[in-house]
């Protein structure tokens, strides 16, 4: 296993009649460790025109299995137990029969839906009814349209009851309340009609009018009787539909596990199938392979396949680099630290995988930042409670959790306490100055680092002048280099014309190194050449400065501990007490998220930016998982 760059990858063909291709794809998709690639176009061979009529059929097939198997709850098994190949024909067969289940399924499904829009419908006819269950009254009177009396239901704020009700009688109306609610209350206004005469001021009284359904016909009480029994059916309804959906999935359950067996047995040649190339009954199948993995690739081939098979094997040149997948096999802890640099991006095959020393600086600085004793033993503790829950991350919160401990016994802060535990070494509020030398120190030296790693990458890739005048290569970490030591000189006042020359010399490399690169009248060469040198020198000085967060959380992290128990000391011995909680908690998981996020920030932007290219693709693999089955693209 590397620790610092991917695998080596073997770029293999493989030579084989047509009629073996089912299962050869079938054995390397269960091997785990064959990325299939694309074979370069040859005037004797051509693609498999076969696989595409495959390739439609699979993928019809798996849309009607997806379906079925999420509608019924079908949970498809882990492994494959018996390895067979699945022509056409049979996956027609397959695809008819899910066909004729996802038609019984898709009935039952639509008489559900139905039954839903039922009960819903149901459902706010009672919110409706709410607001007219105080009436004495048959509701169909509501829904008439009087010849000359004017009745309405309505909404209003229950402050301009009084006035609206006194306006109303100058007009002729009544108003009477018949539901009261906590600031509004429900009334009902009649009188005789006078062509909308009254529409101004009831709106002038925010008044929300209530219309009576037209299922509404009888007195309340008996509505509501009347929507209890609808009710009542309904859910029986619903009931009897779910014990036949039970039902259902009992019947086909077998079936459609046995349809995912034979999907995740086809998913392979439909893959490899757009892939392939092909002369009459001859195949060649390309793509990657692991070297450490080559004997295992030769030896399930000749497993399995009865006729010869022929592997060519050989390194990926150069120029292929950029397109050879990265095979990044690191231990099962460090899983969620990878995460987080695929999220900036996947390493190319032969650059540096930042992945380890992306986790040691990474919890590391959290460390620093994030000193405390205590919180660092909730933070482990937390990780060790949710472990089965959430195991892909557990290492990650043990990690920080443990770095923050360490760091909380070095600076003596337990619970923000900073008095109860002696510290091994320094109390960054006393110290605070120390606290930004070490920061900046921390910083030169990550930077130094990763400029090396920069040079590394370059000359992997065999890009020999970057790695000599670039920024990032071996020209800028000479000037930083020269910059760092000449203000350290300065700060002693022993500043010398060395460290000038130390200074002047790599920035007048990298001034005619940006000078023969651009192109145009000399004077705009000239500008673009000075200003890209001066932006070289701002950006390693401000990618040093914010290394001096580090610092300053670290001093955060103190000052919110001097906040808490000012604040402590303020309340009662009660009060004391659930301020210090409170705040230990609030600390913890704000802080504790806001520092994370910090550290993750100069990871990416002080240190990927840096040499991490991010422009390759992880090694994936064919599988052979029923679980992990999706469709295919087409050609």
């Not at 008489?111 to 149901?122: A, I, Q, T």
């Not at 005789?192 to 002038?204: P, T």
């Not at 892909?392 to 008095?419: D, N, R």
């Not at 120190?441 to 002048?465: E, M, P, T």
């Amino acid at each position: 296993m590397s620790l610092f760059h991917s695998e080596t990858m073997r770029y293999i063909s493989l030579f084989m009649r047509f009629d073996d291709a089912p299962m050869a794809s079938i054995v390397l998709a269960e091997s785990g460790f064959f990325d299939p690639s694309r074979a370069s176009s040859e005037d004797e061979r051509f693609p498999d025109s076969q696989g595409v009529v495959y390739r439609r059929i699979f993928n019809n097939t798996l849309s009607e299995w997806g379906k079925i198997s999420q509608y019924l709850s079908i949970t498809p098994v882990e492994k494959i137990n018996k390895l067979i190949t699945i022509n056409k024909h049979r996956l027609l067969n397959v695809e008819s029969r899910l066909n004729e289940i996802w038609s019984t399924c898709s009935e039952h499904k639509e008489n559900k839906r139905k039954l839903d829009e039922e009960l819903n419908s149901l459902m706010h006819l009672f919110s409706l009814l709410d607001h007219f269950r105080n009436l004495d009254i048959d509701l169909s009177m509501l829904q008439q349209d009087f010849k000359f009396l004017d009745v309405r239901l309505g909404i209003i704020p229950l402050s301009y009851i009084s006035r609206l009700k006194e306006a109303l009688g100058i007009e002729g109306y009544y108003l009477s309340v018949y539901v009261q609610e906590k600031d509004s209350a429900h009334v009902i206004i009649a009188g005789v009609k006078k062509n909308n005469a009254i529409q101004a001021l009831l709106d002038s009284a925010s008044f929300q009018s209530l219309h009576v359904p037209r299922e509404f016909h009888q007195h309340p009480k008996t509505v509501y009787s009347t929507l209890a029994k609808k009710k009542k059916n309904i859910l029986e309804k619903i009931s009897i539909h779910e014990f036949e959906w039970s039902m259902l999935q009992q019947r086909f359950k077998q079936e459609v596990l046995d349809s995912g067996d034979s999907l995740t047995l086809a998913k392979p040649y439909a893959i490899l199938s757009e892939k392939m190339l092909r002369k009459g009954q001859l195949i060649q199948i390309n793509g990657w392979v692991p070297l450490s993995k080559m004997p295992l690739i030769c030896d399930i081939l000749d497993k399995h396949i009865a006729n010869p098979v022929i592997i060519e094997s050989r390194e990926p040149e150069p120029e292929e680099h950029a397109k050879t997948p990265s095979y990044l096999l690191r231990p099962q802890w460090l899983q969620p630290f990878l995460k987080l640099v695929t999220n900036y991006g996947a390493p190319g095959y032969r650059e540096f995988d930042p992945s380890w020393f992306f986790t040691l600086s990474y919890v590391l600085m959290f460390g620093l930042m994030f000193g405390d004793a205590g919180h660092g033993a909730c933070i482990v503790g937390g990780s060790l409670l949710t472990k089965k829950k959430w195991p892909e991350y557990s290492s990650f919160f043990l990690a920080i959790g443990l770095s923050s401990m360490f760091f909380g016994f070095i600076y003596g802060s337990v619970f923000s306490y900073e008095h109860i535990l002696p510290s091994l070494w320094l109390s960054p509020m006393e110290h605070p100055m120390l606290m930004l030398k070490l920061a900046l120190l921390w910083g030169a030296c990550f930077i130094v680092l990763l400029n090396i790693v920069s040079i590394y990458n370059y000359l992997s890739n065999s890009q020999l002048k970057e790695a000599i005048f670039n920024s990032r290569g071996i020209t800028g970490l000479l000037l930083y280099t020269a910059l760092l030591w000449s203000i350290f000189e300065l700060s002693r006042e022993q500043f010398s014309s060395l460290n000038l020359l130390s200074v002047i010399i790599p920035l007048m490399v990298m001034f005619i190194s940006q000078w023969i690169k651009s192109s145009g009248p000399a004077a705009e060469r000239f500008l673009v050449s000075l200003f890209e040198t001066y932006d070289v020198i701002i950006a390693y000085f401000s990618n040093t400065i914010s290394f001096l967060r580090v610092a300053a959380f670290a001093l955060n992290h103190s000052a919110l501990a001097i906040a808490l128990f000012t604040l402590a000391a303020t309340a009662n011995e009660a009060g004391h007490w659930a301020v210090i909680i409170l705040g230990n908690l609030f600390i913890l998981l704000l802080e504790g998220a806001i520092v994370a996020i910090q550290v993750l920030r100069l990871e990416y932007y002080e240190g990927f930016s840096r040499f991490f290219t991010a422009e390759g693709y992880l090694f994936k693999p064919m599988e052979l998982s029923p679980q992990k089955l999706k469709i295919t693209e087409s050609s």
